[in-house]
């Protein structure tokens, strides 16, 4: 990365009196040349990016914005709208995110750990459930949550992205 320096001249690289642009490169072609005579290369404006949203409070909780990209999530791949995951729906979520299905062992931790127990033998997994998946990977691995979160369609405000994003398993009504 460049450091970023401020122009005040420069009608012939289009740059503006007092704009930042990132410096890629200064090249001098002698040494005893004052830096006003020396050509710069630039890669563009020097935009601010603001800091990733925060995905869990001061008390590890997870916080508001990432539950609405959460439910969102849920509600995309929960295709027959009764308010869990099936196995088929937990499927298309696997091979969005990561580009495989859940092996069985995953399957069985899903079922013992975060699955509604009233749905046993099936895997039911409730919005709490996936809520409770995605706050324990936070917690262990806040650099994998943010990486679903982008593949599902998040920036990194928690705010949808426009452009298309994976899509849900098939209905099977």
């Not at 005893?32 to 601010?48: D, L, V, Y």
């Amino acid at each position: 990365m460049g450091h970023v320096m401020r122009f005040t001249t420069s009608s012939s690289t289009g740059w503006r009196f007092g704009e930042d642009a990132i410096v890629v490169q200064r090249r001098c072609c002698h040494a005893h040349r004052p830096r006003s005579s020396c050509k710069i290369i630039m890669a563009g404006p020097a935009h601010r990016r603001p800091a990733p949203a925060v995905l869990l409070d001061d008390n590890d909780e997870i916080t508001p914005a990432l539950e609405a990209a959460l439910r969102a999530i849920f509600a995309r791949f929960d295709a027959d709208k009764d308010g869990y995951l099936s196995v088929t729906e937990l499927q298309a979520f696997a091979v969005a995110t990561n580009d495989r299905e859940f092996d069985q062992d995953t399957l069985d931790q899903i079922q013992e750990f975060f699955a509604d127990d009233t749905k046993l033998p099936e895997i039911m997994l409730a919005v709490d459930g996936f809520m409770d998946m995605y706050h324990l990977q936070t917690q262990s691995d806040e650099d994998e949550t943010r990486k679903d979160l982008q593949r599902l369609g998040f920036d990194n405000q928690l705010k949808p992205v426009a452009a298309s994003t994976p899509a849900a398993a098939p209905s099977s009504s």
